[in-house]
């Protein structure tokens, strides 16, 4: 009687699990391998775009020493008086913030204090001009390798998530194969799958046996002129 008792249990888990799909290990291993492989293609998406953009910043770069550095060095030279710096005719004076005359005597050393003071402010000057110059391909570059990024993560996830699936359904899967086994019903599962399986082929068939025969009866209805 516990045997009986024991085997009906294991058939009805039995029967409820055959519902769940007969998911092979390669498929959990597949899942998990095409999230390798897209996160591969998402470096190389990366890798593209970099190198893209590498290209492009190249042009700017070019564009921007014609069209902005070379211009304005002309003009910041005039414009602060360099040759006459570079000749000792001037210096700058940070307390009266201009340019004066050397003091006699100092002129190495306020020439020295000038050259580092223009130096310093010539390199401010062109590396705020440049990067205003590069801000719309930076800011591109980096859009486009934040929505890529955010698309990948998106394909990540859901991948993550069907392969978690796929791998509780093999679990389940085990689980079920070890009641079988234990109550020697291995084949049960199996059986179980084709049964079902081959009864919706049998309904299938019956419809249509039956829609032949309704159509051979109204032929004979017919042929013998019944109403």
């Not at 492989?37 to 492009?56: G, M, N, P």
């Not at 211009?71 to 005039?78: A, D, H, N, R």
């Not at 009266?96 to 020295?112: C, D, N, S, W, Y």
Request: with cysteine.
């Amino acid at each position: 009687m516990v045997r009986i008792a024991r085997i009906a249990i294991i058939s009805l888990a039995a029967l409820f699990l055959a519902a769940c799909s007969n998911i092979p290990k390669e498929a959990v291993d597949l899942a998990y391998q095409v999230g390798s492989d897209t996160e591969a293609l998402h470096q190389s998406y990366r890798k593209l775009i970099r190198s893209h953009f590498d290209t492009v910043r190249q042009m700017y770069e070019a564009q921007w020493t014609e069209k902005v550095l070379v211009p304005y060095v002309k003009s910041y030279v005039q414009e602060t008086r360099l040759v006459d710096i570079a000749s000792g005719k001037l210096i700058w004076d940070p307390v009266q913030e201009k340019l004066i005359p050397p003091t006699p005597g100092r002129e190495a050393v306020q020439f020295i204090d000038t050259m580092q003071a223009w130096s310093k402010e010539f390199s401010e000057t062109t590396q705020g001009l440049r990067k205003e110059f590069m801000a719309p391909i930076d800011k591109a570059e980096a859009d486009l390798i934040q929505a890529t990024d955010e698309a990948f993560a998106q394909v990540a996830r859901g991948n993550a998530a069907i392969g978690a699936h796929l791998a509780s359904l093999r679990k389940v899967q085990e689980t079920q194969d070890g009641l079988l086994e234990k109550g020697g019903m291995k084949d049960l599962r199996l059986k179980i799958n084709e049964g079902i399986a081959k009864a919706s082929d049998d309904a299938a068939n019956f419809t249509n046996r039956v829609e032949q025969a309704t159509k051979k009866a109204e032929d004979l209805k017919k042929k013998l002129k019944i109403k």
